[in-house]
């Protein structure tokens, strides 16, 4: 059974910078795309930046510049640097993986940032 694992969540000043970790386990194939989304209460949860097998990024609106994912397929690790950190960053940060039609999802860590 698929499982991903954040951390590196916490509290952070306006401006700092966090780095996120995901570890992915329980699989024998490769996802086609492995990153980030995140949501905060009341709103859908939207994209932060994936990454394909062949290393191609996608990011969120206004987050290219701030943050950079990378992934690492012989840890099976997909990483969130994020700097110039906002209050409105604030959120759950969820990791993401997909391969085909299969969706999956890590359980959340908690970004607060605060002004």
């Known amino acids: 059974q698929v499982q991903l694992v954040e951390s590196g969540g916490g509290l952070v000043q306006a401006g700092g910078s966090l780095r996120l970790s995901c570890a992915a386990s329980g699989h024998s194939f490769a996802f086609n795309r492995i990153g980030w989304y995140r949501q905060t209460p009341g709103y859908q949860r939207e994209l932060v930046a994936t990454?394909?097998?062949?290393?191609?990024?996608n990011y969120g609106d206004n987050m290219k510049g701030r943050f950079t994912v990378s992934r690492d397929d012989t840890k099976d690790t997909v990483s969130l640097q994020m700097k110039s950190l906002k209050p409105e960053d604030t959120a759950v940060y969820y990791c993401?993986?997909?391969?085909?039609?299969?969706?999956?999802w890590g359980q959340g860590t908690q970004v607060t940032v605060s002004s």
């Open positions: 990454v394909s097998y062949g290393g191609t990024a």
């Open positions: 993401y993986a997909n391969w085909g039609p299969n969706v999956y």
